[in-house]
Nanobody
């Protein structure tokens, strides 16, 4: 399956962005999906994940209360609504499909990856 992320851009601190990730097929409809991010010189880190049916979500502590992950199984898509953005949120954001139905925070549980979409937050 191919995953296509979009929606990144340049925004001022305190602003909002909505990322989208579309899957090329329904093969991930029964899989948890997630968002990770990677800043220059840093390791890729977990941001948020959602279960196969959207009933369970996990968030990194750094984004709780500011980011919301959702999915639309009819469109084979997931979304990441990012509010109150901070310069520390600047990174390339990647969507991924897990091998499991329930979300985890572990990178190795995610087997299919999309290309990154850049989010830059200016101060």
């Amino acid at each position: 399956v191919q995953l296509q992320a979009s929606g990144g851009g340049l925004v001022q601190a305190g602003g909002s962005l909505r990322l989208s990730c579309a899957a090329s097929s329904r093969t991930v409809s029964n899989n948890a999906m997630g968002w990770f991010r990677q800043a220059p010189g840093k390791e890729r880190e977990f941001v948020a994940a959602i279960s196969w049916n959207g009933g369970i979500t996990n968030y990194a502590d750094s984004v709780k209360g500011r980011f919301t992950i959702s999915r639309d199984r009819t469109k084979n898509a997931i979304y990441l609504q990012m509010n109150n953005l901070d310069p520390e949120d600047t990174a390339a954001y990647y969507c991924a499909a897990s091998q499991w139905a329930v979300p985890s925070t572990t990178l190795r549980d995610f087997r299919s990856w999309g290309q990154g979409t850049q989010v830059t937050v200016s101060s």
